[in-house]
């Protein structure tokens, strides 16, 4: 069955740094292309990065050269660095696969919460 | 940036009857348009991608049509379960979503 379950989230000042993690299951990371997306509170979604199966990583301008995303295959693992967050980065942070033969997103975790505040 | 834009925001609707949401993309996508639902404290779940096709597990009263500008997601007859948020998306340069229509209980 594939799983895929993030951590890492919580309250953090403005100007600071968190890591989320997805950890994945019932498939390899390394073989897919994983996405993050996030939702701030009462909002829709927001597409923020991806990471190809060969490896290459793409980010939405609103994040890019703040935000690093990255895969540990030994342990299945796919990371989120987030720097210098903003209050607009308040968010669900999801990760998300992309389906085999699609960029649809075909399995979602249950999400993480990002707060930034003072 | 492709723009999603979906109609209407809210749509009221009795159980047993069809609703019937649109998305508009602000430039030609092709059928690289996903559909999902979304219900409170849940993650999204995949409904329909290639602009028609149901993933897996879907029941058949969801149905997608359209291609290139305009989209369609049709629930043939509601059921209590599909009253939910719902949100296009496109894949054909990026990812962007529509702003999401609701539909909610007349």
């Known amino acids: 069955e594939v799983q895929l379950v993030e951590s890492g989230g919580g309250l953090i000042q403005p100007g600071g740094s968190l890591r989320l993690s997805c950890a994945a299951s019932?498939?390899?990371?390394?073989?897919?292309?994983i996405n993050w997306v996030r939702q701030a509170p009462g909002k829709g979604l927001e597409w923020v990065s991806v990471?190809?199966?060969?490896?290459?990583?793409y980010y939405a301008d609103s994040v890019k050269g703040r935000f690093t995303i990255s895969r540990d295959n030994s342990k299945n693992t796919l990371d989120l660095q987030m720097n210098t967050l903003r209050a607009e980065d308040t968010a669900m942070y999801y990760c998300?696969?992309?389906?085999?033969?699609?960029?649809?997103?075909?399995?979602w975790g249950q999400g993480t919460l990002v707060t930034v505040s003072s | 940036e492709i723009v999603m834009t979906q109609s209407p925001a809210t749509l009221s609707v009795s159980p047993g009857e069809r609703a019937t949401l649109s998305c508009r993309a602000s430039?030609?996508?092709?059928?690289?348009l996903a559909w999902y639902q979304q219900k409170p404290g849940q993650a999204p779940r995949l409904l329909i991608y290639?602009?028609?096709t149901r993933a897996t597990g879907i029941p058949a009263r969801f149905s997608g049509s359209g291609s290139a500008t305009e989209f369609t997601l049709t629930i043939s007859s509601l059921q209590s379960e599909d009253f939910a948020i719902y949100y296009c998306?496109?894949?054909?340069?990026?990812?962007?979503f529509g702003q999401g229509t609701k539909v909610e209980i007349k």
């Open positions: 998300a696969k992309s389906a085999g033969g699609s960029y649809a997103f075909d399995y």
């Open positions: 019932g498939f390899t990371v390394s073989s897919n292309n």
């Open positions: 990471i190809y199966s060969g490896g290459s990583t």
């Open positions: 430039q030609s996508v092709s059928s690289n």
């Open positions: 290639g602009a028609s």
């Open positions: 998306q496109q894949y054909h340069n990026w990812w962007t």
